[in-house]
């Protein structure tokens, strides 16, 4: 059985930083891993991913501030937000899906729906 359970969220003043944590259990590979995020009344977006080998993507609002890496000893996937601003308040998750073991480029990974997601962790930015 698939888990991803996310921790690390809270509250934090603009420019601020967090890490958020995403432990996976009940498998070893997935094609795409990542970090999506909702704000009331917003859809969710896709904010920064990896593929099958490490290599990240990122949504343009993040650009530069956030990086997704995983320790794959610990098979945990890591968000490193900085200069955070207001508009990042959102709830953040963290999700993974398999393409039957194939492959797919990180910037692919940020199009994909994905099949298993964890239950969200909050981050609220106050300015």
């Known amino acids: 059985q698939v888990q991803l359970v996310e921790s690390g969220g809270g509250s934090v003043q603009a420019g601020g930083s967090l890490r958020l944590s995403c432990a996976a259990s009940?498998?070893?590979?997935?094609?795409?891993m990542g970090w999506f995020r909702q704000a009331p009344g917003n859809e969710r977006e896709a904010v920064a991913v990896?593929?099958?080998?490490?290599?990240?993507s990122y949504t343009d609002s993040v650009k530069g501030r956030f990086t997704t890496f995983k320790d794959n000893a610990k098979n945990t996937l890591y968000l490193e937000m900085n200069s955070l601003k207001p508009e990042d308040t959102a709830m953040y998750y963290c999700?993974?899906?398999?393409?039957?073991?194939?492959?797919?480029?990180?910037?692919?990974?940020?199009?994909?729906?994905?099949?298993?997601w964890g239950q969200g962790t909050q981050v609220t930015v106050s300015s």
């Open positions: 990896i593929d099958s080998v490490g290599d990240p």
């Open positions: 999700a993974a899906v398999d393409f039957d073991g194939r492959w797919v480029p990180a910037a692919r990974c940020l199009l994909y729906e994905y099949t298993y």
């Open positions: 009940g498998y070893t590979y997935s094609s795409c």
